[in-house]
């Protein structure tokens, strides 16, 4: 992935030299560089090129020097970090600097090894940062319980944009039952069924985790799950493969009395809408999918006997080179005007 890196300062003969000394990542689409004259003319580039990683930023320039330009960064996107070039032995202008937010500095004459140096360990800080964004935004709790404190609290207006952002994309969604689970809930002590349920939840869970995909919401006594990037569908169907082994290899019983659970899942990939939603007034969102990819797997694992693992034909297409897979019929499906052709997963 490029990064791309705005370099600020009013000497020509930077400009240059920055080219010529990073002229390999260039070429191999690592770093590209833009270029401003001033604070102000940043300021400008900033709003043109939203997406730069970091700022390279001289302090002494004409209009605007780097120390405002640095105030006005944190004010518009304090995620940004900044590098601040200063003559040597300038202390309190580094100082100045460090207390406006700046992530490092380096001095002049520039040392463009220690300058390389600096800019991939502010570029391994920026994709943490990156990373972590992500994992907040698909955490479990934070999904449950958005309230404009915790957001508030976890940053500012930028990490809010960024923990919303939605987006459409290809995936695959997974919902797991256990089979008869409901009717032990009926009969036995409510920390019994809980602890049982929580233990085949986690059973579940690790072998999602193992095929990197998301918990997306526990439903009773069923769990949803979802899949995307590479292989999404592949990694589904073995996570589903595994669970459905693992379920029946469990000695977890209640009582007494040992209860052996199947699972039914159903399992369909198709293009998805990731995104926040939920009540406003409620102040509770939940990152979730939606669309009819979504809801033909729900229906799938409605249809699944004990045991089964089912996919759409058109699933089925793709995945028939790496999986056995049995023709199980035709089933008739909500809004649908034709039934759906399905497979039963074996192994």
Not at 2 to 30: A, G, H, M, N, S
Not at 35 to 43: C, I, K, V, W
Not at 146 to 168: A, C, Q, R, W, Y
Request: net charge negative; charged share 30%; aromatic share 6%.
């Amino acid at each position: 992935m490029i990064t791309k890196i705005l370099v600020v300062d009013d000497e020509e003969d930077l400009k240059v030299l920055i080219k010529q000394k990073f002229r390999q990542k260039i070429r191999q689409k690592e770093y590209e560089f833009i270029f401003a004259e001033n604070g102000r003319h940043a300021l400008e580039q900033l709003l043109e090129h939203k997406d730069v990683d970091l700022v390279l930023s001289d302090i002494n320039m004409p209009e605007m020097d780097g120390l405002t330009l640095l105030t006005k960064i944190k004010e518009q996107n304090s995620l940004l970090k900044s590098i601040m070039v200063s003559a040597y032995g300038d202390m309190e202008n580094i100082r100045t600097a460090m207390n406006r937010g700046a992530f490092d500095f380096i001095t002049k004459p520039i040392d463009f090894k220690d300058l390389e140096i600096t800019i991939e360990k502010t570029i391994e800080h920026v994709d943490a940062i990156k990373k972590t964004l992500q994992a907040v935004k698909e955490n479990n709790i934070l999904r449950m319980y958005v309230d404009e404190t915790v957001i508030n609290f976890m940053g500012n207006k930028e990490m809010k944009s960024s923990l919303f952002d939605n987006e459409s994309i290809e995936g695959t969604a997974v919902f797991v039952d256990i089979c008869g689970f409901t009717s032990i809930s009926e009969k036995e002590p409510a920390n019994k069924v809980v602890e049982m349920l929580n233990a085949y939840f986690d059973i579940m869970v690790k072998e999602i985790i193992k095929q990197e995909g998301t918990i997306d919401k526990f439903l009773g006594d069923s769990v949803m799950a979802t899949f995307k990037g590479k292989y999404h569908i592949d990694r589904a169907i073995e996570a589903c493969l595994a669970i459905r082994k693992a379920i029946d290899n469990a000695d977890i019983g209640i009582g007494i009395e040992s209860y052996k659970p199947k699972v039914s899942i159903g399992i369909n990939s198709g293009d998805m809408v990731w995104g926040n939603i939920g009540s406003s007034t409620l102040k509770r969102l939940d990152y979730t999918v939606i669309g009819d990819a979504v809801n033909v797997a729900s229906r799938l694992q409605s249809a699944a006997d004990r045991g089964q693992i089912l996919i759409s034909e058109a699933n089925y297409l793709k995945v028939k080179d790496s999986f056995n897979c049995k023709k199980k019929g035709e089933i008739e499906m909500k809004n649908k005007k034709l039934p759906l052709v399905v497979y039963e997963v074996n192994d």
